[in-house]
């Protein structure tokens, strides 16, 4: 089960944002999370599977955003040194460069399980 949080800085915010532990996880990124917002800690990040663009947030380890670009399919990315990214659907805002994302919970509705059709 991932974990939920809610990423802001006043003006932006990301809400249902998942955050990635696991190996697998971290490489199947967005796609393995069915498209919603995810955020883990890496080096680098790859769209070579994915058929459309993805918003991709760079994010130092004190949570403020050092680039924010979308990604093409087909790309790898790499970061100097391990990064939290945020990856999302392409399309809603990026947040500014230099400002501080933080983090809090969601409601504990949002952090049960999605229905997996069972």
Do not use: K
């Given at each position: 089960m991932y974990r939920r949080i809610r990423l802001s800085n006043g003006a932006w915010s990301m809400d249902d944002v998942s955050v990635?532990?696991?190996?697998?996880?971290?490489l199947r990124?967005?796609?393995?999370?069915?498209?919603?917002?995810?955020?883990?800690?890496?080096?680098?990040?790859?769209?070579l599977a994915l058929p459309y663009p993805i918003s991709v947030v760079e994010l130092d380890l004190n949570?403020?955003?050092?680039?924010?670009?979308?990604?093409?399919?087909?790309?790898?990315?790499?970061?100097?040194?391990?990064?939290?990214?945020v990856e999302y659907p392409a399309g809603d805002p990026l947040p500014a460069l230099g400002t501080r994302l933080a983090a809090s919970t969601m409601p504990q509705r949002c952090q049960e399980p999605r229905n997996q059709g069972h």
């Amino acid at each position: 089960m991932y974990r939920r949080i809610r990423l802001s800085n006043g003006a932006w915010s990301m809400d249902d944002v998942s955050v990635l532990r696991s190996f697998t996880e971290r490489l199947r990124g967005i796609r393995g999370a069915s498209g919603s917002p995810v955020l883990f800690l890496t080096r680098s990040i790859h769209t070579l599977a994915l058929p459309y663009p993805i918003s991709v947030v760079e994010l130092d380890l004190n949570g403020v955003v050092q680039s924010a670009r979308v990604a093409p399919p087909g790309r790898v990315l790499r970061f100097s040194e391990r990064r939290w990214v945020v990856e999302y659907p392409a399309g809603d805002p990026l947040p500014a460069l230099g400002t501080r994302l933080a983090a809090s919970t969601m409601p504990q509705r949002c952090q049960e399980p999605r229905n997996q059709g069972h």
